[in-house]
Nanobody
Framework: QVQLVESGGGLVQPGGSLSLSCAAS????????MGWYRQAPGKQRDLVVT???????NYAESAKGRFTISRDNAKNTASLQMKSLKPEDTAVYYC??????????????WGQGTQVTVSS
């Protein structure tokens, strides 16, 4: 199994910045994709951004130009830098990973979620 633990999040004013971090742990695994999804109250969980092990990124339109994902493959960590935050960015942000357990199958994993609230 792979465990994903997020940190960061909190309350920020519109126009402000915030950073999220995600650390993967477990035994004997290889992570392929890491990223972030978010879910606002009453809405579905949506993609924010993903990053592959070779650094290719896939940003949602709403995140382009404002959010930046980075990844440390050696440490199995990912970070999300968010700037110019808007009230509509308010949501629970979930770390996401696709990994194998050194076998042929790949699995999806989710963190427990961290709240980001953008409000004055």
């Amino acid at each position: 199994q792979v465990q994903l633990v997020e940190s960061g999040g909190g309350l920020v004013q519109p126009g402000g910045s915030l950073s999220l971090s995600c650390a993967a742990s477990g035994s004997r695994f290889t992570i392929y994709t890491m990223g972030w999804y978010r879910q606002a109250p009453g809405k579905q969980r949506d993609l924010v951004v993903t990053i592959s092990s070779d650094g290719r990124t896939n940003y949602a339109e709403s995140a382009k130009g404002r959010f930046t994902i980075s990844r440390d493959n050696a440490k199995n960590t990912a970070s999300l830098q968010m700037k110019s935050l808007k009230p509509e960015d308010t949501a629970v942000y979930y770390c996401y990973a696709i990994a194998d357990l050194l076998g042929p199958n790949r699995y999806q994993y989710w963190g427990q979620g961290t709240q980001v609230t953008v409000s004055s």
